[in-house]
């Protein structure tokens, strides 16, 4: 079998990825852990995309999958095509877009040092000509060593802040990989079947799930509560 049709067997994989995901940030309010990671905040915002075929439901709400129509499409067949992702860990927050079928980060929002300075996400730089129009003062002459000084400064700045975007961008790949695989290890189990599809079929169908009781069976391999 050649690579291509692999591929294009195994799409549906990042489907149910996205839709364990989609099911576990609900039924956990928001909180996922890894062994390696802690805990931490991801839930479905502003943007969710089901198919089957040609058929497709897209929704753009501050929190999409809570609507009836998210929950009407996966009883019609149709499973998450994309999504946009909100993750809150280490004091920090981060958005995304995820394709589910290649499991490709779209979007990718990240704060660094820069934009916390400033608390909008731009930096924002006055001209010493502007602040000496506005005081009524004559603009003067800029000493050399001075401006020098300040380009050094803004380079640091600019480097910092690159530096810490590119920890922030593995780290959060790091997260990614981790879950992928803690759902493939879930995904070939014994519990997928036993615990997992059941409270699926049941929170798809708008049926209360007890949280709790899912995720301990989920962890003994037994059945949960309604």
């Given at each position: 079998m050649q690579l291509i049709d692999l591929v294009e067997k195994r799409r549906f994989v990042g489907r149910e990825l996205l839709l364990w995901l989609w099911m576990e940030s609900e039924l956990s309010e928001a909180t996922l852990s890894t062994s390696e990671h802690g805990?931490?905040?991801?839930?479905?915002?502003?943007?969710?995309?089901?198919?089957?075929?040609?058929?497709s439901t897209r929704i753009s709400a501050p929190m999409p999958g809570l609507g009836r129509e998210a929950k009407e499409a996966l009883q019609?067949?149709?499973?998450?095509?994309?999504?946009?992702?909100?993750?809150?860990?280490?004091?920090?927050?981060?958005?995304?877009?995820?394709?589910?079928?290649?499991f490709a980060v779209r979007g990718l929002k990240l704060r660094t040092l820069l934009d916390k300075a400033n608390g909008d996400g731009e930096t924002t730089t006055f001209g010493g000509d502007l602040v000496d129009e506005m005081s009524g003062k004559k603009p003067g002459r800029p000493k050399k060593k001075k401006?020098?000084?300040?380009?050094?400064?803004?380079?640091?700045?600019?480097?910092?802040?690159?530096?810490?975007?590119?920890?922030?961008?593995?780290?959060?790949?790091?997260?990614?990989?981790?879950?992928?695989?803690?759902?493939?290890?879930?995904?070939?189990?014994?519990?997928?079947?036993?615990?997992?599809?059941?409270?699926?079929?049941?929170?798809?169908?708008?049926?209360?799930?007890?949280?709790?009781?899912?995720?301990?069976?989920?962890?003994?391999?037994?059945?949960?509560?309604?």
């Amino acid at each position: 079998m050649q690579l291509i049709d692999l591929v294009e067997k195994r799409r549906f994989v990042g489907r149910e990825l996205l839709l364990w995901l989609w099911m576990e940030s609900e039924l956990s309010e928001a909180t996922l852990s890894t062994s390696e990671h802690g805990s931490f905040g991801l839930w479905i915002e502003k943007k969710l995309v089901l198919s089957l075929g040609e058929e497709s439901t897209r929704i753009s709400a501050p929190m999409p999958g809570l609507g009836r129509e998210a929950k009407e499409a996966l009883q019609r067949g149709q499973l998450p095509e994309a999504a946009g992702i909100r993750i809150a860990w280490k004091d920090d927050e981060t958005a995304l877009a995820i394709d589910a079928e290649s499991f490709a980060v779209r979007g990718l929002k990240l704060r660094t040092l820069l934009d916390k300075a400033n608390g909008d996400g731009e930096t924002t730089t006055f001209g010493g000509d502007l602040v000496d129009e506005m005081s009524g003062k004559k603009p003067g002459r800029p000493k050399k060593k001075k401006v020098v000084d300040e380009e050094r400064e803004r380079d640091l700045e600019e480097e910092a802040a690159f530096q810490e975007r590119m920890t922030m961008t593995r780290e959060l790949e790091d997260l990614l990989a981790t879950l992928y695989r803690d759902f493939l290890a879930l995904r070939l189990s014994k519990t997928w079947g036993a615990v997992i599809v059941p409270t699926m079929k049941r929170w798809a169908a708008g049926e209360h799930v007890d949280g709790d009781a899912y995720q301990k069976a989920k962890r003994g391999g037994g059945k949960t509560k309604r």
